[in-house]
């Protein structure tokens, strides 16, 4: 089972949507947080050290990352999608970019 975890800043748009869009595929289980200590969401320790992938939407999210919970990252794959935050929830060119990005790592 690969454990996916797909970051944002506030777990309300970006990262919901990938968590729906994988949710439910055979050999996979998702989860979703914000890297803002305000998000729906807010990222724990836990979820970086469940996590086997990691994908943030953009490289000001790695660096953040990178500097909040280092410690707690060890064999994890860290995948910067490039994905800027212009999409509202479920919107379809989102989710056509997510699987463009996403499953080539897969």
């Known amino acids: 089972m690969k454990h996916l975890l797909f970051i944002c ?4 748009l970006r990262s919901p949507t990938a968590e729906t869009v994988f949710a439910g595929m055979p ?3 998702v989860d979703s947080a914000g ?3 305000d998000a729906v969401v807010p990222l724990s320790p ?12 953009e490289k ?8 909040k919970f280092k410690r707690y990252l060890n064999r ?5 999608l490039g994905i800027p935050d212009d999409y509202a929830y479920m ?10 990005k996403v499953t080539p790592h897969l």
């Open 9 to 12: 800043s506030q777990n309300k």
């Open 76 to 80: 994890q794959r860290v995948v910067v």
């Open 91 to 100: 919107d379809p060119a989102l989710i056509q970019s997510l699987k463009t």
């Open 46 to 57: 836990e979820q970086v050290e469940w996590a086997d992938i990691i994908f943030v939407m």
């Open 35 to 37: 890297l803002n200590n």
């Open 27 to 29: 050999g996979i289980e």
């Open 60 to 67: 000001e999210h790695r660096n953040k990352l990178n500097r």
